[in-house]
C-alpha cells in the first residue's frame, strides 16, 4: 500500500452493506409494494411536504454549523471584490487599463 487510509472507506463500506441488503429484504417482503400502494392511495400528498420540510431542516441545521464554524458571525461572501488603486473612482470608466 502506498497510501495511508484515513479510515474513510470502512464507514462507506457498512453504508453500502446496509443499504444493499435493507433493499434485498424491503423487496422480498413486499414493503416496497405497500409503499406503492400508499402513494397510489394519497400519500404522495403527505411526502411532498414532508420532503420540503426535510430539506429545510437540513439547511438549517447546514447554516447554524457554518455559524459554529465563524464563532456566530455570518459567514462571507465567496464573491471576491475587485482590488482598485487608492484614488480612483471605482464607478468613473475614466482612467481603467485596457487589456
Known amino acids: 500500500m502506498d497510501k495511508e487510509s484515513n479510515g474513510a472507506a470502512f464507514p462507506a463500506f457498512i453504508v453500502a452493506h446496509v443499504v444493499c441488503c435493507g433493499g434485498l429484504i424491503l423487496v422480498a417482503t413486499g414493503a416496497l409494494s405497500g409503499f406503492g ?24 441545521l447546514r ?17 471576491r471584490t475587485p482590488v482598485r488603486a487608492a484614488g480612483t473612482i471605482p464607478s468613473a470608466g475614466v482612467g481603467r487599463a485596457r487589456r
Not at 400502494?37 to 437540513?58: K, S, Y
Not at 447554516?63 to 464573491?79: D, K, V, W
Open 63 to 79: 447554516r447554524r454549523a457554518r455559524r459554529a464554524e465563524t464563532g456566530g458571525e455570518p459567514r462571507q461572501s465567496r464573491a
Open 37 to 60: 400502494a400508499w402513494l397510489l392511495e394519497g400519500g404522495l400528498t403527505w411526502l411532498l411536504p414532508a420532503a420540503v420540510l426535510g430539506i429545510m431542516g437540513g439547511l438549517l
